[in-house]
C-alpha cells in the first residue's frame, strides 16, 4: 500500500518508539517556535488531544502553500509501517557495509511509528522554516531517523546513509 502523498517529495520519518504526539500538541509546539500556523479546516477530522491521527494539513498565515502530514501506527493502520519498512530495507541492502547503513538498518527494523510529510505548491522559507521544525520535532519525540526519497537517511540533520536515485 503506497502513502497517498505523491506530488510532490515525501519525506518520511521512521520512530522507533511511539511519540505521543498529538495534533494540539504539535500546533503548540510549532507557536511557542514562532510560527503562525494552524490547521486547514478540511483536515480537522482528528481530536486535537489524541495521539491517534491519519492526516494533518498546516498553513502559516500569509502563506499559499501547505504542509501535509500522514501519520501511521504499526499495527493500528494495518501493515503500511511494516510494508514501508521493508521496501527501504531493500534499498539500502546494496549499500556498502558501515556503522550508518547498520543503524538505519537497526531504526527501520524497530520501527513502531511512520510520518510522511509532503509541502505541497513549492518551496518557501517560511514553511521551510515550519517542515524543518516538524521533522525536528518528529524524529526527536519518536527517536526517529529521516528518510528523503532521491537522497537518503539523516539523523540530527546530516545525512549518514546517502542512496543512489536510481534505487
Known sequence: MPLR???????KVFCTKLSGISPGKLLDELRESGFDCRYVDTSLDFDLDSPVWA?????????LRSIVIEHY??????TLVEEETEQLLEKVGPAEESWNKREVVVYLRMSRELFAIQMEGGEAEKMKGLLDRCLQLFATMGEGVLYVDGEGFFRK???ILPLAKHH
Open 157 to 159: 540533520g546530516k545525512l
Open 73 to 78: 501506527i504499526g499495527g493500528l493502520h494495518g
Open 5 to 11: 502523498c505523491r506530488l510532490g517529495r515525501t519525506i
Open 55 to 63: 492526516r494533518a494539513e498546516l498553513v502559516c498565515a500569509g502563506s
